[in-house]
């Protein structure tokens, strides 16, 4: 076991699941690796079917009648606001977690750390100002609509993001009185543990926020099935994305489902390159990859084309993976078989003859055991490749040559999936006009916006999921609305 990397990270030991504020212990463990080393470091609980029960059963508890379901809209956003300021206070300690956990560059993950601060701050702010409204009706009627919390909710997370993921799935849920029950992911999930902690430190009240590390197919299938919840909030793969829906289905509740995209990024001739060209390549470098919202297509128009990817390349092969110390460009991937899938995609695309533009390289400090993957640009990409369809979940750069503006349109629209994209033009009738035509959640002009965003809208349509996250849009998923109808003659 090794400790001393990054050297502030205060590693937490097993303690447990979080049920009604405390640690409860549970038999079975699951070693943690750093996957910038490759070497196990810590070891986390694995809960189960009946540990997920106490959570529920602790969450109803405080929700129906406990100390959290007393509280005004203005105290629960006091706490969340607290709870905010107490993620600043351990600034360094989280950040170091996180980058150890996820072999996030430390750059990385301060932002994720900041980013999840500001989760909570957002939504400690806006605790209080969601109102309702009165409905004019037949006479001698009051009708007014207001907004319930749905009760007890599920969030299952993953492992890209656990930082931010816990804000911007909780955050929303606490801030409209609702008690929650998180199942972070087995790859990575201190921070969520040690965030559970701080909550208690801020005066959440027993059952307001439970989480139980675990397995997915133990721990997460079981929070999935469970009847006593009453949503269930999802992010991760499509495959489970589809068992999650199933099981809501069954228990006659509602979900949001966030499944990841294959993103593009539209570059006209006339876009501005200077401008364009950091961010489309940090789009799909930024957490090695491993982001739903990952700018993973680079369309281009066939005249830029020549001009354009020369300068794509240099950037590309410029790129150094490395450990969370060494200030590298991208970090590993998240574990060894996350790394072989990537790794397979790339294999498959090469002996399938598509062209590699260029290619970064690791760090020659990197870890032996890390499960690194060099950056890499393909183009042009024929596009009824998998490359050009599929998401890798990598620092893999799908480039594919476009006509004009309607090939765009339909090569951007050409997936299952609808998460975000970006258009790169100066002629601002034509941004509008394409970005009205694109089908995702997102649609960015002249920008990029992978991850982060605390108060933007964002989700999915088709394959990406459905329902929305981040911003004032979560209150509401995260809440049904009640038509009060009171006579008064
Ligand atoms: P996954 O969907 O298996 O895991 C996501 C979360 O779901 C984890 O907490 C996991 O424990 C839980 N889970 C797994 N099986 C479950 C089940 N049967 N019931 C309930 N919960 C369950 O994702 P993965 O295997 O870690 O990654 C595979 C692929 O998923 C990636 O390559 C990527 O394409 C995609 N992914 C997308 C996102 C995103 O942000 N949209 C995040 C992670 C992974």
């Not at 990409?381 to 490749?385: G, K, L, S, T």
């Given at each position: 076991m090794t400790l001393d990397f990054p050297r502030a990270a205060r590693v937490t030991p097993a303690k447990g699941v979080f049920i009604d504020n405390e640690w409860r212990a549970v038999a079975r463990t699951i070693p943690v690796v750093a996957p910038a080393e490759g070497v196990v470091f810590a070891e986390i609980a694995a809960g189960g079917a009946a540990e997920i029960d106490a959570a529920v059963a602790a969450a109803r508890r405080a929700f129906e009648g406990g100390a959290w379901s007393r509280l005004s809209a203005t105290e629960r956003g006091r706490l969340l606001s607290r709870l905010g300021q107490l993620i600043l206070d351990n600034f360094d300690e989280l950040a170091a977690l996180e980058a150890r956990d996820c072999g996030k560059p430390m750059k990385t993950a301060r932002a994720d750390i900041e980013a999840a601060a500001r989760y909570f701050e957002f939504y400690g702010g806006a605790a209080d100002k969601v109102h309702g409204e009165q409905i004019p009706f037949q006479r001698g009627y009051y009708v007014t609509g207001e907004r319930d919390p749905l009760g007890v909710t599920g969030h299952i997370i993953p492992w890209n993001y656990p930082a931010q993921m816990i804000g911007r799935t909780l955050g929303p849920a606490l801030a409209m009185g609702n008690a929650t029950v998180l199942k972070p992911a087995e790859d990575a999930c201190l921070t969520p543990l040690r965030i559970a902690e701080l909550a208690a430190e801020a005066g959440f009240p027993p059952g307001a926020i439970n989480v139980v590390p675990g397995y997915g197919h133990e721990a997460g299938q079981a929070l999935a099935d469970h009847p006593g919840i009453d949503f269930i909030a999802f992010t991760g793969s499509p495959r489970v994305g589809v068992m999650i829906q199933t099981a809501a289905a069954q228990n006659h509740i509602g979900c949001v489902l966030e499944l990841g995209g294959k993103s593009p990024q539209i570059l006209f001739e006339d876009a501005d390159l200077e401008a364009a060209l950091p961010v489309v390549v940090g789009a799909i470098v930024q957490n090695a990859g491993q982001t739903c919202s990952a700018g993973a297509r680079l369309l281009v128009h066939k005249g830029l084309w020549d001009r354009l990817m020369p300068m794509v390349a240099e950037r590309f092969a410029a790129l150094r993976a490395g450990a969370p110390d060494d200030t590298p460009d991208l970090g590993p991937i998240i574990s060894a078989r996350q790394q072989a899938a990537v790794q397979s995609f790339i294999a498959r695309a090469e002996a399938e003859g598509v062209p590699v533009i260029a290619r970064g390289a690791r760090q020659e400090a990197a870890p032996e055991g890390g499960f690194y993957v060099d950056p890499v640009v393909f183009g042009p990409?024929?596009?009824?490749?998998a490359l050009a369809r599929d998401e890798v979940f990598g620092p893999v750069l799908a480039a594919i040559p476009f006509e004009d503006e309607a090939d765009a349109v339909a090569l951007a629209n050409g997936t299952d999936y609808g998460l975000i994209a970006g258009v790169w033009t100066r002629d601002t009738a034509r941004a509008i006009r394409v970005a009205r035509q694109i089908r995702a959640g997102q649609v960015y002009v002249n920008a990029y916006g992978a991850g982060g965003g605390i108060e933007l809208p964002f989700g999915g349509v088709k394959k990406s999921g459905h329902g929305r996250e981040k911003g004032f849009e979560a209150l509401y998923e995260f809440s049904a609305l009640k038509t009060l109808v009171i006579k008064h003659d």
């Open positions: 990409v024929p596009r009824d490749n």
